[in-house]
């Protein structure tokens, strides 16, 4: 068996909507792209937590994103539901309960799993922008849970430093 087809080194591929080729640098692909980086690292983090609510969370947030990733490839009848956003809404929630209010911005650290779910949260709204510029392939819904995804990983985040008692800093602006 090939992994490759050798079809794309022009610099053009298909994806499932399309009739024909796109340039590899249309919005489409830099979506598709940034949905694949955001997904594979949020792989990377969920091998380093340690609490199954947290790695639950995470793999749930890579089945949306697959989810959002095959809708903005023209999979029929794949689309990202209001409910996902309800259930993320919810998973917020839970974690942030735990967090409490936060009046300070937070520079990014405390440990290892910490400041890795704070790049996934870059990372993810980096995703968002991108999925904007191609916001005509996807239903408001996809583009509403990218939203709400970086919040998510930010109160993980917080979570995990809160939970670990790893201390957080925060910019003094000096």
Known sequence: MKFYTGQGDKGESIVLSSTGKISKTDAIFEALGALDELNSYLGVCRTLAKEEEIKNALLG???NLFIIQAELGGAENMTLSEDKIKKLEQTIDEFGGFVGQITKFTIPGGNQLSARLD???AMARLTERR???AKEKLNPAALAYL????????VLARYVNKKTNAPEDHPSYK
């Open 147 to 154: 939203n709400r995804l970086s919040s998510l990983l930010f």
């Open 119 to 121: 790049f996934a949260r």
């Open 61 to 63: 947030a890579q089945e």
């Open 131 to 133: 999925a904007w510029t």
